[in-house]
């Protein structure tokens, strides 16, 4: 029996325009499938003896964790929301005071939300194989058999045999260049370090006090300051912010002597790069990846996803076109890690593109940024039944709300009223109000914002029922 310890609360950007700092890879669906790779990494446990899964996020990700876990039916014994971020030392350190908290020193599983296996089977296999090493107190991590001589993974250098496919480590080695990672693999002793760990609570704390003390004090420190309410445990954000930024790597399994690696050829991606998404998709005869509405001709060997228009291709060899409402992004397959260059650019900019999309997930449902232009803005809102926003005003915006289905509950200043389908209300500057579903169906809202400033950060908050901040968006 062991606790799976997710780790979801990373943003990357080399999946951009898909993957954004406020939607990133590890709460998307990749590949058509329905599922998040967040709730894939749940399900690929199915068929192992284990624990309800705890779950490290971030706290700007606490709805989006929730929402996904209630949709893939899964109720998870916690949900940990790093209040900023310090890398894996500190956040796999809080799942285990965590669980110790619950009188609970299991074996955990930790994970990355946003890896991909195309043979689960070997990774059970691999988990079964190093169970019985984490309880006999060893810091167990999962290497994978190269295919390639990738420069993009770190490797670790196997020692003499513990058990089938189970290694002491003799090094760990830093992303090589290409000459280095040909002479690793033609050696044969080395693996990619996948950043999958195995081990007790306590051997991994045990280990955290003797090589990063300083780190473990303030984890334990947050921790014991944590509040907590029936969805999240929210360690106190003064203490935790003043931990190391350490990987587990670097914090103990580099220094430890009590680790060891146990090998697995599972079809293993860390789902790094576009490129990397396109190797372990489905392709058709011609190399092909599609996703969407896209019409593909004289095209190979290129991945191509429509996500609201038509994307027609022709001529393209090795190449990615990535189509989302408000960004295209065309690429050659080799140059895909240099999206993040781009990201970057877009940041320097203060362009909304390299962190928001025009769909936006709220706790209380959603909205879509229908047009915009110079002081107005327009927006389609969707409540769920029973929810309802904050209760709130803005300086530099009125608003006019069109009911297009459902029905409204709406507070304007020391006015309440109820809307149903067809009927409008306004809203001006400065006025505190709030909106609210009483219904059983969806509701939906045409919002018209006009103003000289409309950004999502003009909201100054009253009473929230979702314990957000006064400021937060």
């Not at 396109?278 to 001709?297: C, F, K, T």
């Not at 579903?437 to 969806?442: D, E, R, S, W």
């Not at 006009?450 to 957000?468: A, K, P």
């Amino acid at each position: 029996m062991f606790t799976p310890v997710i780790m979801a609360g990373g943003s990357g950007s080399r999946l951009w325009p898909l993957s954004r700092q406020s939607s990133p890879k590890q709460f998307l669906d990749l590949n058509g499938s329905g599922t998040t790779l967040l709730q894939e990494t749940l399900a690929r446990l199915q068929g192992l003896e284990h624990a309800a899964p705890v779950i490290v996020s971030n706290d700007k990700y606490r709805f989006l964790v929730a929402e996904q876990l209630r949709q893939a039916e899964i109720e998870s014994l916690a949900t940990i929301l790093e209040p900023c971020s310090r890398n894996t030392a500190p956040a796999i350190a809080l799942a285990a005071l965590g669980l110790l908290q619950h009188g609970d020193d299991t074996i955990m599983l930790v994970l990355a939300a946003d890896h991909h296996f195309t043979r689960p089977q070997e990774l059970h296999q691999a988990i079964e194989k190093g169970l019985p090493l984490a309880e006999q107190g060893k810091l167990v991590t999962f290497g994978i058999t190269p295919t390639r001589p990738e420069t993009g993974y770190g490797y670790i250098k196997t020692g003499p045999t513990l058990a089938e496919d189970a290694f002491s480590i003799a090094e760990f080695a830093e992303k090589p260049d290409l000459a280095t990672a040909e002479h690793y693999l033609e050696g044969g002793q080395h693996l990619w370090n996948s950043g999958m760990f195995m081990f007790r609570a306590s051997a991994y704390l045990h280990e955290l006090e003797r090589h990063d003390p300083e780190l473990l004090t303030h984890c334990k420190a947050a921790m014991t300051s944590c509040t907590q309410d029936p969805d999240f445990v929210r360690p106190n954000a003064d203490l935790f912010s003043l931990c190391p930024d350490d990987s587990i790597d670097y914090a103990v399994m580099e220094k430890t002597d009590n680790a060891c690696v146990v090998a697995m050829d599972a079809g293993w991606s860390d789902i790094g790069s576009w490129q990397s998404l396109w190797e372990v998709s489905d392709q058709d005869s011609s190399g092909n990846v599609a996703l969407g509405d896209a019409y593909l001709h004289d095209t190979h060997n290129s991945l191509v996803h429509a996500h609201h228009r038509h994307v027609a291709t022709i001529g393209l060899d090795n190449h990615i076109v990535v189509e989302t409402k408000d960004a295209v992004l065309v690429a050659h397959k080799e140059q895909s890690q240099k999206v993040k260059d781009i990201v970057q650019r877009l940041k320097a900019d203060r362009r909304s593109e390299y962190s928001d999309h025009t769909h936006v997930i709220r706790p209380w449902g959603d909205f879509d940024t229908i047009d915009e232009g110079r002081h107005y803005q327009v927006k389609r809102i969707t409540v769920q039944p029973g929810q309802q926003l904050s209760l709130q005003l803005h300086y530099h915006r009125a608003e006019h709300w069109i009911v297009v289905s459902g029905t409204a509950h709406v507070v304007c200043g020391d006015e309440e009223k109820v809307l149903t389908e067809n009927q409008s209300t306004y809203i001006p500057v400065g006025v505190k109000h709030r909106l609210s579903n009483p219904g059983k169906i969806p509701l939906e809202v045409i919002e018209v914002q006009s103003g000289h400033y409309l950004g999502e950060d003009d909201i100054v908050r009253f009473t929230d029922i979702y314990g957000r901040c006064p400021d937060e968006a």
